[in-house]
């Protein structure tokens, strides 16, 4: 499908209706509405940039290999969510470095001429007939896209001199002379980034910081084009960088979220857009975040004390707090999916496995991750989350042991991440009421057992695995 002018499909997109959009759910603005009902976002998945893998490896691609399986397999367990960078990295003749597959099939998003160097004028058919597609399959199984525009780890170690297109000896639109970009970043080429302070001017092109009109003017032309696909789609949250880090401006992602947002707006739309920092301490600063209607919380990973304190902070001002990536495995990662679930987060989703050690892995959609995504809707099913709040003051003694989400005197649900006993505050919570665990793992009820309210109370966990309970009121 050829690019059409931005004009006609704001034309287009004028037409949605904005209550069917993904929004802050009118009844509680820390989680989302999609369809004008509340929703609460879970995933997992093998890549982030999933547009541009219409098939990838059985292993890690399950079922069968085929981005269409992987997300009909995300459906069939509860997942409603999924990433999507604007990547373009695991190029075929790329080596094998941290983020890469081997006989990597990704295409860039601009026209490479024969020469080798490309031209950002030119769109790539492929790589936006892949997002266009990708758009389309999860719309269709209702699966909230989270796209990230920026790729900020795609500018650094050797992508930038050897494959990126905006690096200026790269393509044919602009120069080290006419734009404040460098060829080579040498500080930045050496281990994780987050270890030196290399300032890629690429992130600073905005007018606040330096006002490289040559530079912002590509940028906001693959801007357009992104919008041109995803606009008028009501299942797209929008996120400025993955992982900008402290020592880069905030008016990056505070001048692209205006940006966004004015777009939006000329096509008589809402959209939802966050910017995913680093640095945890931006994560939830108001002074970081406020522009925001949205907060990616991703890099706090599940610390449960930050996530009280956000909510805590935001109490006057709620809006949903999203982890469009879980790191680790099936101990911390895990642990770290249920505190999101049960502190109030909107969205849980586990990060990409491993691919080349040493990497840091995730559980991607693999069996573990299946169950965990399927025992979370099993237990919201139970219970309406969306009228609960983290109250781990309902266990005196719980420390790090247990963790509660509450309505008092209506419902409660716990994660006990290592079994054992817990003592709920249940007082005014007078009558019967009926105590259901969960086993995480296996995704399997128990028997129902019956409690009496008012007081506090003893109840213990099956054995010493991962659970969750569910507390009703017993008919």
Avoid at 40 to 64: C, I, K, R, Y
Avoid at 196 to 202: A, G, L, N, Q, W
Wanted: proline letters at 7%; a negative charge; glycine letters at 6%.
């Amino acid at each position: 499908m050829a690019i059409v002018a931005l004009a006609l499909l704001c034309i287009s997109a004028a037409h949605a209706d904005s209550e069917d959009r993904i929004q802050p759910y009118s009844g509680n603005l820390f989680y989302w509405q999609y369809q004008g009902e509340p929703v609460l976002l879970l995933g997992g998945s093998f890549q982030d940039n999933l547009f541009n893998h219409p098939t990838g490896p059985p292993d890690l691609f399950p079922p069968d290999g085929t981005l269409e399986s992987h997300l009909d397999l995300l459906v069939s367990v509860g997942g409603n969510y999924v990433r999507n960078t604007m990547s373009h990295r695991d190029q075929p003749d790329a080596p094998e470095t941290w983020h890469r597959q081997p006989e990597g099939q990704n295409v860039y998003p601009f026209v490479r001429l024969e020469d080798g160097r490309f031209d950002l004028d030119q769109p790539n058919p492929e790589y936006w007939d892949r997002f266009e597609n990708f758009l389309r399959m999860t719309r269709e199984r209702d699966i909230i896209v989270q796209i990230e525009v920026w790729a900020f780890h795609d500018f650094f170690r050797d992508d930038w001199p050897e494959y990126n297109p905006w690096n200026p000896e790269n393509n044919v639109n602009y120069t080290t002379e006419n734009t404040m970009l460098l060829a080579d970043y040498e500080g930045a080429r050496e281990g994780p980034i987050m270890r030196d302070e290399t300032k890629h001017d690429f992130f600073f092109s905005v007018p606040a910081l330096n006002n490289d009109t040559v530079l912002l003017s590509y940028q906001q032309q693959f801007v357009d084009w992104i919008l041109e696909y995803s606009l008028d789609h009501p299942h797209v949250l929008y996120c400025i960088t993955n992982e900008i880090h402290h020592y880069f401006s905030r008016e990056w992602g505070f001048y692209w979220e205006g940006y966004l947002r004015e777009k939006a707006e000329e096509a008589g739309l809402d959209i939802e857009i966050a910017e995913m920092y680093m640095a945890r301490h931006m994560i939830f600063s108001p002074e970081h975040t406020e522009p925001f209607t949205y907060l990616e919380a991703s890099q706090n990973r599940g610390r449960w004390e930050n996530l009280i304190e956000a909510r805590a902070a935001y109490s006057n001002t709620p809006r949903p707090i999203n982890n469009v990536k879980i790191r680790h495995g099936a101990g911390e990662g895990v642990e770290a999916f249920w505190r999101n679930l049960i502190a109030g987060c909107a969205s849980m989703r586990f990060h990409r496995p491993v691919i080349i050690p040493p990497d840091e892995p995730g559980l991607g959609l693999n069996d573990i991750a299946q169950a965990n995504i399927r025992s979370a809707r099993m237990l919201t099913e139970r219970i309406n989350i969306f009228a609960t709040e983290p109250r781990n003051d309902l266990l005196p003694d719980a420390g790090t042991e247990a963790y509660c989400a509450a309505e008092p005197g209506m419902q409660y649900a716990l994660y006990v991440p290592n079994g054992g006993l817990v003592h709920l505050d249940m007082s005014g919570a007078e009558g019967e009421w009926t105590l259901t665990w969960l086993d995480i793992s296996e995704s399997e009820w128990s028997e129902e057992e019956t409690v009496e309210g008012g007081d506090h109370i003893e109840i213990t966990a099956p054995n010493g695995g991962q659970w969750a309970a569910a507390i009703v009121p017993a008919n």
